[in-house]
């Protein structure tokens, strides 16, 4: 069974603290990893997409990683304008799906 | 371009009655779905579609229909509501199954269902 966990569930951090969100999954015959960002009251926003281990992905303050059994998403130096919930989805082998996790809430205070 | 368009925001409905959540897309793409969002679960996939013509099912399809006439539109119907379906529903389209570029998901409906 196609199963996504995130970890931690919440994040506080102080601005400039950088830290990492991680993204175990297990999906047979993975075709791409997503990376979204989700304000409250918003649809999700795409971020990254990942296809193979070894993979990164770059942009302003967030770097997004891939091995073949976790991603991770690095936050360099936040800002309290990143505070968001960040959701990762691995696609199905199908294509035809995106499997999410639960995300993580990160706070970032100034 | 407005990208994918979800309407109603909000919605209030007493069990047992049914409407349509309504969703276009101005960006020609091939694959459209339905999510729903609940407290502490990951978004879950009720139905989607490929083209024109063609349906399937997602995880948690019970309860709800959809169809797909045009390459546009892909609503959404609750047959008989139920407290259960209280929820915030996305959703979501793309070119297709390979999808560098990620789904462009729209800004939700939230429903409650008394």
């Known amino acids: 069974e196609d199963q996504v966990t995130q970890s931690p569930e919440a994040l506080r951090l102080q601005e400039g603290e950088s830290s990492s969100l991680n993204c175990s999954y297990t999906?047979?015959?993975?075709?791409?990893l997503f990376w979204y960002r989700q304000d409250p009251g918003k649809g999700p926003e795409f971020l990254f997409t990942?296809?193979?281990a070894g993979e990164e992905k770059e942009k302003e303050r967030l770097k997004a990683t891939l091995t073949k059994k976790e991603s991770f998403l690095h936050i360099t130096a936040p800002k309290p304008e990143d505070s968001a919930t960040y959701l990762c989805a691995p696609q199905n082998q199908a294509g035809t799906a995106l499997i999410f996790g639960k995300g993580t809430t990160l706070s970032v205070s100034s | 371009n407005a990208g994918v368009t979800q309407t109603p925001k909000f919605q209030v409905l007493k069990t047992g009655q049914s409407m349509t959540l309504q969703c276009a897309q101005d960006?020609?793409?091939?694959?459209m779905s339905w999510y729903r969002q609940d407290p502490g679960m990951g978004l879950r996939l009720i139905h989607y579609s490929v083209g024109a013509g063609i349906t399937d099912q997602g995880e948690v399809p019970n309860g709800y229909n959809v169809s797909r006439s045009t390459t546009e539109d892909f609503p959404l119907r609750l047959l008989s509501a139920a407290p259960s379906q209280t929820s915030v529903y996305f959703c979501?389209?793309?070119?297709?199954?390979?999808?560098?570029?990620?789904?462009?998901f729209g800004s939700g409906t939230r429903l409650t269902v008394v």
């Open positions: 990942l296809y193979s």
């Open positions: 979501a389209s793309s070119w297709g199954r390979n999808v560098g570029g990620g789904y462009t």
């Open positions: 960006m020609n793409h091939e694959y």
């Open positions: 999906v047979s015959g993975l075709r791409g």
